[in-house]
Nanobody
Framework: QLQLVESGGGLVQPGGSLRLSCAAS????????IGWFRQTPGKEREGLSC????????NYADSVKGRFTVSRDNAKNTVYLQMDALKPEDTAVYYC?????????????????????????WGQGTQVTVSS
């Protein structure tokens, strides 16, 4: 059973930065592509970014492109989401999820939704609050 744990969330002022981590427990992440998502109460879950198993290929939603950067360190079984120039609209619970299919993740992000059944493992989420 693969378990993912997000960390690094917190309170930050507009324009500030945070780095989120997604760490695997019990199994290696190097066989999986990882997606980052966020959700606010009353809104649909939003796909933000995907990174392939090797870390060579990435993609981003228009809402975060140019501000967020995804990376991974497979030796540490950890994926990161660097968030810069944060806005109040970025306030949400942030999740990471693992999938065998990078194509599935990209499709979800680019199409602004779709089936999530291909994401077999999810973290518990970490709260990010952007407020002045």
């Amino acid at each position: 059973q693969l378990q993912l744990v997000e960390s690094g969330g917190g309170l930050v002022q507009p324009g500030g930065s945070l780095r989120l981590s997604c760490a695997a427990s019990g199994f290696s992440l190097d066989d999986y592509s990882i997606g980052w998502f966020r959700q606010t109460p009353g809104k649909e879950r939003e796909g933000l970014s995907c990174i392939s198993y090797s870390g060579v290929t990435t993609n981003y939603a228009d809402s975060v492109k140019g501000r967020f950067t995804v990376s991974r360190d497979n030796a540490k079984n950890t994926v990161y989401l660097q968030m810069d120039a944060l806005k109040p609209e970025d306030t949400a619970v942030y999740y990471c999820a693992a999938t065998w299919s990078y194509h599935l993740c990209v499709g979800y992000v680019d199409n602004r939704g779709g089936p999530l059944s291909g994401f077999d493992h999810w973290g518990q989420g970490t709260q990010v609050t952007v407020s002045s």
